[in-house]
Structures are given as C-alpha cells and as structure tokens.
C-alpha cells in the first residue's frame, strides 16, 4: 500500500483516540516506516510519532491500574 494512503488511515484512527485507535495508528506508521520511498527525516518522523503514541498507551493504561 502507498504511504500516503497509509497516513491518511493513521489521521483518521487519530481522530478517535481510544487504547485501540492509537495501537492501530502505531501499526500504520510501522508500516510507512517501512516504505522504501521516504527519507530518512520521513522514517525518523514516524517512528517517533510511534513512541510518542506508545508512551501514550504505557500512561493511559498505568494510569487506569490506579484506579
């Protein structure tokens, strides 16, 4: 699949952003990041918008353990 189609999907699971929506934007980035036609300052973007949305999920989940 084209990267641009990729981000696209990754925009609209962002939309939304419950536990799964960012666990599947997460999987759609990986995929972009993957994609022989970016940069290095494209993949480098992505997989730190991955870690972002998975440190994200580590405090949402952290913080549901609390209550």
């Not at 609209?12 to 980035?29: D, I, K, Q």
């Amino acid at each position: 699949m084209h990267p641009i189609s990729l981000l696209v999907a990754t925009l609209v699971m962002l939309r939304h952003p419950c536990t799964r929506s960012r666990a599947t934007a997460s999987l759609l980035l990986a995929r972009v990041a993957d994609h022989a036609a970016l940069s290095a300052e494209e993949r480098e973007a992505c997989l730190n918008l991955i870690d972002e949305l998975e440190c994200e999920a580590a405090q949402a989940s952290g913080a549901l353990a609390f209550r």
